[in-house]
């Protein structure tokens, strides 16, 4: 599968939300991050075909328009708002979705059985949407999405009213989906993408500051990260005078994590780490512009 987007842009009157966007999308899982407001979701929706761009094309497989969408087969979408008939009871709403899809019954329940057992959400099957809780909702929305085995699953902001496991669960399942299809995640939380994205765009105010995959990212930034430990006047003198990059900072446990670090100062090292994702995100956020 490949899918671009050249030269996209749009505005909102003479707000410009998306300012020449350029990406190319293959297999795998891609991060798509960004502050909120820094223009995800538009691009998503015109990706999908459900906001016409001002300016620019999206192709997909050599089909290219302006208007619409180019895709021959229902894709996977989980919206960040809305996507849910609430009259409906789960398994009527699932097998709507899955006829839509193309799905035979058999394989719908098949699919209902798997994600319900997935995600925890057997006993809520014939209990109308509008009466579940708001995590219990964003279980279902992601089902939806992934009914019939899409090739392309887009995800907007999917971690909503997630707990912890069931964020962990999701991660996991995505993990494997990605190996054999795209998965484009758009989020501006980390932890939602933290290890499993082998590419990452990052937005900044409609435009991209850096994109890539995972791996050349993580090169491309200077020296490692590194855990100091000083006082908050040693750590706060060092920062003014040294070129440094904050990640985190806590003066409760004496520690700080920077990108560039001067090792012939007298800072106590407590330890190297990896570079995380939040790493990432926060090194290019900065240097971005």
């Given at each position: ?9 749009k505005s909102y009157g003479n707000a ?80 709507y979705v899955g006829c839509y899809k ?126 100091i430990k000083g006082t908050e006047k ?56």
């Open positions: 599968m490949n899918l671009e987007l050249k030269g996209i842009s410009r939300v998306i300012d020449e966007i350029n990406i190319e999308i293959n297999n795998g899982i891609y991060a798509l991050l960004g502050h909120n407001g820094a223009g995800k979701s538009t691009v998503i929706k015109i990706l999908l075909g459900l906001l016409l761009q001002d300016k620019g094309k999206v192709i997909y497989n050599s089909k290219s328009n302006t208007k619409g969408s180019v895709y021959d087969y229902p894709l996977g979408y989980v919206p960040q708002k809305g996507g849910l008939d609430e009259l409906q009871t789960v398994r009527d709403f699932l097998t193309g799905m035979r019954i058999k394989e719908i329940e098949r699919d209902i059985n798997f994600f319900s057992d997935l995600f925890n959400f057997n006993k809520y099957l014939n209990v109308k949407i509008k009466k579940l809780s708001g995590g219990t909702k964003q279980k279902v929305k992601i089902t939806q999405a992934f009914l019939n085995n899409p090739k392309l699953v887009v995800l907007d902001e999917p971690s909503v009213g997630l707990d912890i496991y069931e964020r962990k669960k999701l991660k996991e399942f995505l993990s494997k989906y990605g190996e054999n299809n795209t998965v484009i995640i758009s989020t501006h939380i980390i932890s939602d993408i933290d290890y499993i994205a082998n590419n990452i765009i990052i937005l900044k105010n409609g435009k991209i500051i850096i994109q890539g995959k995972t791996e050349d990212l993580i090169n491309q930034i200077p020296k490692n990260v590194y855990k040693q750590i706060d003198e060092f920062i003014s005078k040294n070129n440094v990059l904050v990640m985190n900072r806590s003066y409760e446990n004496s520690n700080i994590n920077v990108l560039r670090f001067m090792s012939e100062r007298d800072f106590g090292i407590d330890n190297i780490t990896n570079v995380t994702f939040e790493d990432i995100y926060t090194y290019y956020q900065k240097v971005g512009g």
